[in-house]
């Protein structure tokens, strides 16, 4: 993280998520923070915490599609030891106020941050709620009935399933 602030004018909204696959659950996310970046002039952030696992796609990847859903810009943070011993207060008063200046935050249902992960989106609410950030937690999305999930989309590419409508691209 750099130490400078990132885009402070007029705020930012921030989708965040380890966002590998970007599946239609994912892009659920990242369009309620866009939708509510153009709506009030600030920047739309993707904050995509990177693990070093099997990824799905590549970063070029996930930038063109980024891209072609209308994100300003994107902060990718490694899921390092460093990272993973925040406590939820350091999270948001790090990354959220004081790094990203967000104003709004869009995570999915079963969003999870902090030490041991155990922040979950009800801690979030109250963090934000502090710091005067809106937030909107997207309810799972399903397709026939089945959650959309990016462990679903790794069972069905090991399968050789069509995957497409989980994509949705």
């Known amino acids: 993280m750099d130490s400078q602030k990132f885009l402070l004018e007029n705020g930012t909204a921030v989708a965040i998520g380890c966002f590998d ?26 904050f995509q915490i990177k693990r070093n696992s099997d990824l799905l796609l590549t970063s070029t990847e996930t930038a063109e599609i980024l891209c072609s859903w209308d994100v300003d810009e994107v902060v990718c943070r490694p899921l390092d030891a460093e990272f993973m011993n925040l406590s939820c207060d350091e999270f948001v008063k790090q990354y959220l106020c004081d790094f990203l200046n967000a104003k709004f935050v869009s995570v999915g249902y079963n969003f999870r941050f902090g030490k041991e992960a155990i922040g979950d989106v009800e801690m979030l609410k109250k963090l934000c709620n502090r710091c005067n950030i809106e937030l909107c937690i997207t309810p799972p999305v399903k397709v026939d009935g089945e959650i959309v999930s990016t462990t679903k989309l790794r069972k069905m590419l090991a399968n050789g399933e069509d995957v497409l409508r989980y994509l949705g691209r």
Request: no cysteine.
């Open 21 to 46: 696959g970007l599946h239609i659950g994912h892009k659920e996310v990242i369009q309620t923070a866009v939708n509510f970046a153009k709506k009030y002039s600030q920047k739309s952030v993707v």
